[in-house]
């Protein structure tokens, strides 16, 4: 499978695992080698799109999910 389908909204499993801030989900891409550089039909990445994260996602998580994308980052 590809770690980088986009669905016909141009969305990928790790933009859609970054909305709801599903760390498991985010480790698991990543590790698959997911490309955090790819944009969606409204020009947003996987990073931008933690920023409008679901109101019910643990806030934890998102600040998790930012420490592990710097170091992939990197």
Do not use: C
Request: charged share 25%; aromatic share 4%; net charge neutral.
């Amino acid at each position: 499978a590809n770690v980088d389908a986009q669905d016909r909204e141009g969305q990928t499993p790790l933009m859609k695992a970054m909305t709801y801030a599903e760390i498991e989900q985010v480790k698991v891409l990543l590790k698959h080698n997911a490309n955090l550089g790819l944009k969606d039909s409204k020009g947003r990445t996987a990073l931008d799109l933690l920023d409008f994260v679901n109101p019910n996602a643990d806030p934890k998580n998102v600040s998790e999910i930012r420490a592990l994308v710097q170091k992939v980052s990197w």
